[in-house]
């Protein structure tokens, strides 16, 4: 996918050192802003990723009604005035998610709950990436749903309306199909509950109750929500902590670089999303906590890397759903460790922004990397150095990119990215802060 946008990396000059903060959390940053604009009341949220993927679903509140008041010029805090569960108003055109998943994916859940029809869409990959998972159970509870492909495809147009609670199975650990059957059960009659293979990212049953809206969460993992009939402005600001996403990209850079000693802030440390810690860990990683505390419902902690000797490993099936983002700078940390690494149960890696799986395999091999596909991982098995002085594409996708980035300090000379232009979906600053700590990295200027 050709959107431009050339990063020119690695490879490190000399140990990567200091103390950053990254961009507050994005799967939390679209949950936060979803609930205050469905809440009555005001709510203020602080920490917001203002990344591409995160304005797109304010902006897509904003074109049904809701005030949406930015209070810095960063965009990382802001005031929604919202409009309760059923105050929306039929958008004039269709809805833009641009490169968004999780916005999609969750606001097909909202909008099933409308009493109008509406049309959302997004850009040529997102135009790609399968919707059925949403619109089957969505489909069940009462709305109808129409798209490309029987509705695996957008654009969709959904008409919603009274709802009926369903007793979900997912057939994919996923946060996105459950958080979408749970925002739509907010508009249903009866107890709507979710069941899923393997436990997936829980930020919407954390969040659900600040405004409000109690959520069940059974020992053996089946999720229960009885509606209330309305959400409710928290009394104090939603905060949303650092995202161990855009943190383990530079964690990865430091266990790498020879030398390195990096803290990250106040980074989340949510079970569900610690996976990427658990993974690095079992790989030998030299990595602690420090300042453990609570942001709102969810754990933090500053995470402190240090250099260190990476070995292979077999990756634990249980730790799959809770590293899913993480796996492309993962795959450029096990290139680069001594061994074997071998992931599988990670099919879902095919049908993200890009098929994961293989572009980091292409990239990391016209690195030299020796990098076997398997239809739902891999197995990679670390070199010394990778070659410098090599193209590879990122093909649109933001996570393939800072990945490479990251593998590239360790390389023999430069490594060209090309169609990187997507970093600024989820991480418009990724280069200055790579740049903070030490990391040789650039935009190209070609």
């Given at each position: 996918?050709?959107?431009?946008?050339?990063?020119?990396?690695?490879?490190?000059?000399?140990?990567?050192?200091?103390?950053?903060?990254?961009?507050?959390?994005?799967?939390?940053?679209?949950?936060?802003?979803?609930?205050?604009?469905?809440?009555?009341?005001?709510?203020?949220?602080?920490?917001?990723?203002?990344?591409?993927?995160?304005?797109?679903?304010?902006?897509?509140?904003?074109?049904?009604?809701?005030?949406?008041?930015?209070?810095?010029?960063?965009?990382?805090?802001?005031?929604?005035?919202?409009?309760?569960?059923?105050?929306?108003?039929?958008?004039?055109?269709?809805?833009?998610?641009?490169?968004?998943?999780?916005?999609?994916?969750?606001?097909?859940?909202?909008?099933?709950?409308?009493?109008?029809?509406?049309?959302?869409?997004?850009?040529?990959?997102?135009?790609?990436?399968?919707?059925?998972?949403?619109?089957?159970?969505?489909?069940?509870?009462?709305?109808?749903?129409?798209?490309?492909?029987?509705?695996?495809?957008?654009?969709?147009?959904?008409?919603?309306?009274?709802?009926?609670?369903?007793?979900?199975?997912?057939?994919?650990?996923?946060?996105?199909?459950?958080?979408?059957?749970?925002?739509?059960?907010?508009?249903?009659?009866?107890?709507?509950?979710?069941?899923?293979?393997?436990?997936?990212?829980?930020?919407?049953?954390?969040?659900?109750?600040?405004?409000?809206?109690?959520?069940?969460?059974?020992?053996?993992?089946?999720?229960?929500?009885?509606?209330?009939?309305?959400?409710?402005?928290?009394?104090?600001?939603?905060?949303?902590?650092?995202?161990?996403?855009?943190?383990?990209?530079?964690?990865?850079?430091?266990?790498?670089?020879?030398?390195?000693?990096?803290?990250?802030?106040?980074i989340g440390v949510n079970p569900r999303r610690d996976g990427w810690r658990r993974v690095m860990l079992g790989m030998g990683a030299t990595m602690r906590l420090d300042h453990a505390h609570a942001v709102g419902e969810e754990p933090v902690a500053d995470v402190?890397?240090?250099?260190?000797?990476?070995?292979?490993?077999?990756?634990?099936?249980?730790?799959?759903?809770?590293?899913?983002?993480?796996?492309?700078?993962?795959?450029?940390?096990?290139?680069?460790?001594?061994?074997?690494?071998?992931?599988?149960?990670?099919?879902?890696?095919?049908?993200?922004?890009?098929?994961?799986?293989?572009?980091?395999?292409?990239?990391?091999?016209?690195?030299?990397?020796?990098?076997?596909?398997?239809?739902?991982?891999?197995?990679?098995?670390?070199?010394?150095?990778?070659?410098?002085?090599?193209?590879?594409?990122?093909?649109?996708?933001?996570?393939?990119?800072?990945?490479?980035?990251?593998?590239?300090?360790?390389?023999?000379?430069?490594?060209?990215?090309?169609?990187?232009?997507?970093?600024?979906?989820?991480?418009?600053?990724?280069?200055?802060?790579?740049?903070?700590?030490?990391?040789?990295?650039?935009?190209?200027?070609?």
């Amino acid at each position: 996918m050709n959107i431009g946008g050339t990063l020119i990396a690695g490879p490190a000059k000399g140990p990567l050192q200091g103390r950053i903060t990254v961009p507050g959390d994005k799967s939390m940053s679209h949950r936060a802003v979803m609930l205050a604009a469905l809440a009555d009341g005001v709510t203020e949220i602080h920490g917001f990723l203002p990344g591409e993927d995160n304005i797109s679903t304010a902006q897509m509140f904003i074109d049904m009604g809701v005030q949406v008041e930015w209070l810095n010029e960063a965009k990382t805090s802001l005031r929604i005035h919202g409009v309760g569960l059923h105050g929306l108003k039929a958008p004039a055109g269709v809805l833009d998610a641009g490169n968004a998943g999780t916005c999609v994916r969750l606001m097909t859940g909202v909008l099933a709950g409308q009493s109008f029809t509406s049309t959302v869409s997004g850009d040529a990959s997102l135009r790609q990436r399968p919707m059925k998972r949403v619109v089957d159970p969505v489909r069940r509870m009462g709305a109808v749903v129409e798209g490309a492909a029987g509705g695996d495809l957008l654009p969709l147009t959904i008409s919603g309306g009274h709802l009926h609670a369903i007793d979900h199975l997912s057939a994919v650990a996923s946060a996105q199909v459950k958080s979408c059957v749970l925002l739509a059960g907010l508009y249903a009659d009866g107890i709507t509950t979710v069941r899923e293979p393997k436990p997936s990212r829980d930020h919407t049953e954390r969040m659900l109750p600040l405004f409000g809206q109690p959520v069940d969460v059974a020992p053996d993992g089946l999720i229960s929500l009885l509606p209330a009939n309305r959400l409710t402005a928290p009394d104090g600001a939603v905060l949303i902590p650092a995202d161990p996403s855009s943190a383990c990209f530079f964690a990865v850079a430091a266990s790498l670089v020879k030398g390195s000693d990096v803290t990250l802030n106040s980074i989340g440390v949510n079970p569900r999303r610690d996976g990427w810690r658990r993974v690095m860990l079992g790989m030998g990683a030299t990595m602690r906590l420090d300042h453990a505390h609570a942001v709102g419902e969810e754990p933090v902690a500053d995470v402190r890397v240090q250099a260190g000797g990476l070995h292979g490993m077999h990756v634990d099936a249980a730790d799959v759903p809770d590293a899913i983002d993480e796996f492309p700078v993962l795959f450029a940390a096990a290139a680069l460790a001594d061994g074997e690494f071998v992931l599988a149960d990670a099919a879902e890696l095919r049908v993200k922004e890009s098929d994961r799986i293989a572009a980091m395999a292409t990239a990391l091999q016209a690195a030299g990397a020796e990098v076997e596909e398997k239809p739902d991982g891999a197995v990679i098995r670390g070199v010394a150095s990778l070659q410098g002085d090599v193209d590879v594409d990122a093909h649109g996708d933001h996570r393939i990119a800072m990945a490479m980035a990251v593998a590239a300090q360790r390389a023999d000379g430069e490594i060209r990215i090309h169609n990187a232009a997507a970093i600024a979906t989820s991480f418009p600053n990724f280069v200055p802060l790579a740049q903070r700590i030490g990391m040789n990295v650039r935009w190209s200027e070609g």
